[in-house]
T-cell receptor
Framework: SAVISQKPSRDICQRGTSLTIQCQVD?????MFWYRQQPGQSLTLIAT?????????ESGFVIDKFPISRPNLTFSTLTVSNMSPEDSSIYLC????????????FGPGTRLTVL | AQKVTQAQTEISVVEKEDVTLDCVYE???????LFWYKQPPSGELVFLIR??????QNEISGRYSWNFQKSTSSFNFTITASQVVDSAVYFC??????????????FGKGTKLSVIP
């Protein structure tokens, strides 16, 4: 399976600021996904990021709040903009290992605390 | 709409006991995939197993076993002779084709397993 890394692993941020989270994969993948896991909760899909096209956002998530970049087949970023304490969560990226294979593998996550 | 229910929020067992984590799913699709993931305190989500809707054969991997029953829409996970390292949150997930070559995962709320030495 693909090896996925995320930066930063954790951060503490002030209200009103923005944080960009990086996701790097050791092989080329078509689909990359960004999830949010609020404290004690399950995972919720934020958006799907394909290389060369705009990210597709799920209901309740908007591009202005969570802009995503996907410049190539091994890298993506998620920005959490104008943060509030409600944005405190673990943010995880995942990839489908191969086209048409539905298993998603996850990165180690970024623990974000907003004060 | 698809849904995954993990009715057990938290379970505590004493080391070496067997424990079963329940998962019930809902979907109208005939083709789907079921997953179990483990999330230890470090936060990383670890893939454990994938099962497609046409394969009801149960699977065993070491101390782990999975029981898939389409008749009851259940995909239960049993850990035999539990160990402290099994302490984690376990998520059951359902995957459906969402179009454009992509599958979408729907997660249950997770079951927190604590194995007491």
């Amino acid at each position: 399976s693909a090896v996925i890394s995320q930066k930063p692993s954790r951060d503490i941020c002030q209200r009103g600021t923005s944080l960009t989270i990086q996701c790097q994969v050791d092989s080329q993948v078509t689909m990359m996904f960004w999830y949010r896991q609020q404290p004690g909760q399950s995972l919720t899909l934020i958006a799907t990021a394909n290389q060369g096209s705009e990210a597709t956002y799920e209901s309740g998530f908007v591009i202005d709040k969570f802009p995503i970049s996907r410049p190539n087949l091994t890298f993506s970023t998620l920005t959490v903009s104008n943060m509030s304490p409600e944005d405190s969560s673990i943010y995880l990226c995942s990839v489908e290992d191969s086209v048409g294979v539905d298993t998603q593998y996850f990165g180690p996550g970024t623990r974000l605390t907003v004060l | 709409a698809q849904k995954v229910t993990q009715a057990q929020t938290e379970i505590s067992v004493v080391e070496k006991e067997d424990v079963t984590l329940d998962c019930v799913y809902e979907t109208r699709d005939t083709t789907y995939y079921l997953f179990w993931y483990k999330q230890p305190p470090s936060g990383e989500l670890v893939f454990l197993i994938r099962r497609n809707s046409f394969d009801e054969q149960n699977e065993i991997s070491g101390r782990y076993s999975w029981n898939f029953q389409k008749s009851t829409s259940s995909f239960n996970f049993t850990i035999t002779a539990s160990q402290v390292v099994d302490s984690a949150v376990y998520f059951c997930a359902l995957s459906l084709y969402s179009g454009a070559g992509s599958y979408q995962l729907t997660f249950g709320k997770g079951t927190k397993l604590s194995v007491i030495p």
